[in-house]
């Protein structure tokens, strides 16, 4: 059973810096690409970054470019986004996604709010 558990989110005041994790199992971890994915209050979701299958190529969207990174671990199957110079615009719940045999899984998501 693919199970994907997402941790580390939180309140933080603008600037400040958080790293989630997802730890991932029921699967090979390192043969699939990951991804994080946020929906802010009241709208869709919306992908924010991907990595590739042995982490060795990043994307961002536009508004997040230089301030998360995001990382994988092979050998704890899990994957990072570490979240710098956060803004009020960032809190949103963060979830963790793979696409496995054109069928995506999601974690539970975790919270961030940044706010004074």
């Known amino acids: 059973e693919v199970q994907l558990v997402e941790s580390g989110g939180g309140l933080v005041q603008p600037g400040g810096s958080l790293r989630l994790s997802c730890a991932a199992s029921?699967?090979?971890?390192?043969?699939?690409?990951m991804a994080w994915v946020h929906q802010p209050p009241g709208k869709g979701r919306e992908w924010v970054s991907g990595?590739?299958?042995?982490?060795?190529?990043?994307r961002y969207r536009e508004s997040v470019k230089g301030r998360f990174t995001i990382s994988r671990d092979a050998a704890s199957n899990t994957v990072y986004l570490h979240m710098d110079s956060l803004k009020p615009e960032d809190t949103a719940t963060y979830y963790c996604?793979?696409?496995?045999?054109?069928?995506?899984?999601w974690g539970q998501g975790a919270q961030v709010t940044v706010s004074s």
């Open positions: 996604r793979a696409r496995i045999l054109s069928r995506s899984y």
């Open positions: 029921g699967f090979s971890f390192s043969t699939y690409s």
């Open positions: 990595i590739d299958k042995d982490g060795g190529n990043q």
